[in-house]
């Protein structure tokens, strides 16, 4: 049974840093790519960034420079380093698996319960 569990997630200050962990297991997920997505109240779920196991990496033109996806394939999992966060930013992050990159949810078959980011104003 496959399973992503994130954690990391809590109440910062603007300006300040979180970093948001996927451990994803259940089965080899060495040729996926693993990506994160959030939403927002009342908002639907939107693409933040993905990676592949060559460390490829894409990113939403709204993250770039403050956001950063690694990941660790021995370990089967992803991070996302969040820095210079702003309220904007605030939502339940969503770690996801899927066999390609791509920005739409419907293309990534697994998924993780969320964790939720808070950022002050």
């Known amino acids: 049974q496959v399973q992503l569990v994130e954690s990391g997630g809590g109440l910062v200050q603007t300006g300040g840093s979180l970093r948001l962990s996927c451990a994803a297991s259940g089965r080899t997920f060495s040729r996926d790519w693993m990506a994160w997505f959030r939403q927002a109240p009342g908002e639907e779920r939107k693409f933040v960034a993905a990676?592949?196991?060559?460390?490829?990496?894409s990113y939403a033109d709204s993250v770039k420079g403050r956001l950063t996806i690694s990941r660790d394939n021995a370990m089967n999992t992803v991070y996302l380093q969040m820095n210079s966060l702003k309220p904007e930013d605030t939502a339940v992050y969503y770690c996801?698996?899927?066999?390609?990159?791509?920005?739409?949810?419907?293309?990534?078959?697994?998924w993780g319960q969320g964790t939720q980011v808070t950022v002050s104003a």
């Open positions: 996801a698996v899927g066999l390609r990159l791509s920005t739409v949810v419907a293309d990534y078959g697994y």
């Open positions: 990676a592949n196991w060559m460390h490829i990496r």
